[in-house]
């Protein structure tokens, strides 16, 4: 009887060791999971800032580009200008008296349309 009760006992000190190991295990699978996730998130966070810095550069090439055109149309624009002054022997400075007096006394679109001249999007158009 005695190696009987030892058997159950050792039994079950074996079957608790196992539950504890299972347990043990158990944990450090959720751990491990834990681990991964986390590992993962960090890898989607690090992908998400890279490709936000890529935006970010690309939006500010972006903003060079459209400034230099901006540029390029304010050039031409005041080649125009200075081209019409020189060949009708008046100044941008007679210009700008001219249309600043002008629009003292009524609008650009109210002037133009004494004129029949079409207005669009900051351009004057003939008709």
Request: hydrophobic residues 35%; charged residues 40%.
């Given at each position: 009887m005695n190696t009987e009760n030892t058997n159950?006992?050792?039994?079950?000190?074996?079957?608790?060791?196992?539950?504890?190991n299972r347990q043990e295990v158990k944990?450090?699978?959720?751990?491990?999971?834990?681990?991964?996730?986390?590992?993962?998130?960090?890898?989607?966070?690090?992908?998400?800032?890279?490709?936000q810095s890529a935006a970010e550069k690309k939006t500010k090439e972006i903003?060079?580009?459209?400034?230099?055109?901006?540029?390029?149309?304010?050039?031409?624009e005041i080649r125009?200008?200075?081209n019409l002054c020189r060949k009708n022997g008046f100044t941008i400075?007679?210009?700008?008296?001219?249309?600043?007096?002008?629009?003292?006394?009524?609008t650009l679109p109210e002037a133009a349309a004494l004129l029949d001249i079409k207005i669009q999007s900051g351009g004057i158009e003939s008709e």
């Open positions: 159950k006992v050792l039994t079950q000190a074996d079957e608790k060791i196992q539950t504890e944990t450090l699978t959720k751990t491990e999971k834990l681990y991964e996730k986390l590992k993962a998130l960090s890898e989607k966070r690090e992908k998400a800032f890279s490709a903003d060079e580009q459209i400034t230099k055109i901006r540029t390029e149309l304010h050039n031409d125009l200008l200075d400075r007679d210009v700008h008296i001219f249309l600043s007096s002008l629009t003292e006394k009524m």
